[in-house]
Nanobody, 118 residues
Framework: QVHLVESGGGLVQPGGSLRLSCAGS????????MSWYRQAPGKERESVAS???????IKYAESVLGRFTISRDAKNTVYLQMNSLKPEDTAVYYC????????????WGQGTQVTVSS
C-alpha cells in the first residue's frame, strides 16, 4: 500500500524557517517525480516546487523562488526547506508523487499545516 507522510509543519514567525519532509513507501521512489503543493483557505491548490526522479530538474513557483529549496534523498524522502517565510505562505502543504512512466499514476500525502504569523 502506498503512503506519503508529510511532517515538519507548524507555526513560525515571519522571516523564520521550516523544513518539511515527505517520506514515501509502497512504491519505487526513484521512479517518481516529486512535488510540493499548497492550498490556502479559499484558494486553489498550487504547485510550489518539483524535482525529477534523479533530481536533475527542479522547478519553483515564482512566489517562492530564492526562498524555498526542494531536495530528495536516494532512499524515500523529499524535503522542502522554507526560508524567509511570509504570512502569505500560510497553507496546508501536500506532497505529490507522479510516475515517470504514467502520469496518471500519482499519489498524495495527507498534508501538513504551515502557519506564518506573529
Amino acid at each position: 500500500q502506498v503512503h506519503l507522510v508529510e511532517s515538519g509543519g507548524g507555526l513560525v514567525q515571519p522571516g523564520g524557517s521550516l523544513r518539511l519532509s515527505c517520506a514515501g513507501s509502497g512504491f519505487i521512489f526513484s521512479r517518481f517525480a516529486m512535488s510540493w503543493y499548497r492550498q490556502a483557505p479559499g484558494k486553489e491548490r498550487e504547485s510550489v516546487a518539483s524535482i525529477s526522479s534523479i533530481g536533475g530538474q527542479i522547478k519553483y513557483a515564482e512566489s517562492v523562488l530564492g526562498r524555498f529549496t526542494i531536495s530528495r534523498d536516494a532512499k524515500n524522502t523529499v524535503y522542502l526547506q522554507m526560508n524567509s517565510l511570509k504570512p502569505e505562505d500560510t497553507a496546508v502543504y501536500y506532497c505529490n508523487a507522479v510516475s515517470l512512466y504514467n502520469s496518471a499514476v500519482n499519489y498524495w500525502g495527507q498534508g501538513t499545516q504551515v502557519t506564518v504569523s506573529s
